[in-house]
């Protein structure tokens, strides 16, 4: 079946630092992948998706592109801020030609805490 | 648009009792989703509809379990015999076209504490 697996976290960063969470899945043909944002005491909300290789999804500073190769969507952003703690879940939609469900996968996310 | 919405926000039911919650989605989106998420845990998936149609069910979920969309509209999830394992914050959401690259739109959750 398909999967998502997602670095542990927390992710502890000063302000302005390099942030990457990383992000691997499998799955059968050319899923969808996207990045949700899970801020404190609210619900899920779409930060960016890519829907073929080598897309490149961005949206608030942060980046992700979708790496066939490796089967990767790693989430960037150059410098962080302290508003961008939240927990972040990776997640893919089954490609439609594989032939199989349309269930899509979460990760179990990362939780990042920026500090001052 | 309004955005997807839950009710109640939070349930505290005692063990044996039946609950049911209920999801209003963004009102022309034709797929709605349940999910369960437990503390630490991305979503799970639960179950789906496409308008009226309930096209998947996880394998994990119980015959305890039940979804229905009437009307291609609001959904409700109901959960009879609740268990503490129960226990759980249940998510809806919403999406519309077809296959599987349109954006899923989630709700705040439903918070169940099965005493």
């Known amino acids: 079946g398909n999967s998502v697996t997602q670095m542990e976290g927390p992710v502890t960063l000063s302000e302005e630092a390099f942030l990457t969470i990383n992000c691997t899945y499998t799955?059968?043909?050319?899923?969808?992948l996207f990045w949700y944002v899970q801020y404190p005491g609210e619900g899920l909300q779409l930060l960016l998706k890519?829907?073929?290789?080598?897309d490149k999804g961005s949206n608030k500073g942060f980046e992700a592109t979708y790496r066939k190769e490796t089967t990767s969507f790693h989430l960037e952003k150059g410098s962080v801020q302290v508003s961008d703690s939240a927990v972040y879940f990776c997640?893919?939609?089954?490609?439609?030609?594989?032939?199989?469900?349309?269930?899509?996968?979460f990760g179990r996310g990362t939780s990042l805490i920026v500090h001052p | 648009d309004t955005g997807v919405s839950q009710d109640p926000r939070h349930k505290i039911t005692k063990r044996g009792q039946n609950v049911t919650f209920r999801c209003d989605p963004i009102?022309?989106?034709?797929?709605l989703y349940w999910y369960r998420q437990t503390l630490g845990q991305g979503p799970e998936f639960l179950t789906y509809?496409?308008?009226?149609?309930?096209?998947?069910k996880s394998r994990l979920l119980s015959d305890r379990f039940s979804a229905e969309r009437p009307k291609g509209s609001f959904s409700t999830l109901e959960i009879q015999r609740t268990e503490q394992g129960d226990s759980a914050m249940y998510l809806c959401?919403?999406?519309?076209?077809?296959?599987?690259?349109?954006?899923?739109?989630f709700g705040p959750g439903t918070r169940l504490t099965v005493l």
């Open positions: 509809f496409q308008n009226e149609a309930q096209l998947e």
């Open positions: 959401a919403s999406s519309s076209g077809a296959g599987g690259t349109d954006t899923q739109y």
């Open positions: 009102s022309e989106h034709n797929r």
């Open positions: 890519a829907t073929k290789a080598d």
């Open positions: 799955a059968t043909g050319y899923p969808s």
């Open positions: 997640a893919l939609s089954p490609d439609p030609q594989s032939g199989g469900s349309y269930i899509p996968t």
